[in-house]
């Protein structure tokens, strides 16, 4: 819900960015529940697509992917639930 949220009002997350990515990544590793581990990692995909449609530079979009992509390496690292590593 969260990524489609995301997806359909991408010129007024633009702004909110930053701290809108810095919530989803603290969440990518919540331990009380999958489904808010699946939604925060579902969405960083829609605010990089944000920040491409509202034309940011190709720099900080490499340097966002690369910060999400740790993020998620960690987390399925520790994650103890096979069905939402697949996911």
Known sequence: MLAVFIDEVAVGCYPYIEEISKIM???TD???NES???SSVG???CLLKAAKSQGDDVGRLHAMAKLYNENI???IDKEFDTDTCIL
């Open 25 to 27: 990544l603290s969440m």
């Open 30 to 32: 919540y331990t009380a």
């Open 36 to 38: 808010i581990r699946q």
């Open 43 to 45: 969405s960083l995909p």
């Open 73 to 75: 390496f960690k987390a």
